[in-house]
């Protein structure tokens, strides 16, 4: 599982949204895979949306989550150029 932390940098100092995380479950070969391609999805992100910066992003092994309902997440596959509206950032 995924997990990265934005930062909106237009939100008031007070707005409890102004940091958030969102999660990706991806699939691929390694962790480091993983992690590699959620940054990369992320860096886009955060281009994109001038506004929007990476406070952190970290890599967890689903078992971790096992007690958790992981189906609101999106699955994206390593190499998949997946859209906003895909991730649901």
Not at 1 to 13: G, L, R
């Amino acid at each position: 599982m995924y997990t990265v932390w934005f930062k909106d940098s237009k939100a008031e100092i007070v707005d409890q949204d102004r940091e958030y995380p969102v999660c990706i479950a991806i699939e691929a070969e390694s962790g480091n895979l993983a992690k590699e391609w959620g940054d990369k999805l992320s860096e886009q992100f955060s281009h994109r949306y001038k506004n929007t910066e990476i406070l952190n992003s970290v890599i967890e092994p689903f078992e971790s989550y096992e007690d958790c309902d992981l189906t609101s997440s999106p699955l994206i596959k390593y190499g998949y150029e997946a859209t906003d509206e895909e991730i649901g950032w």
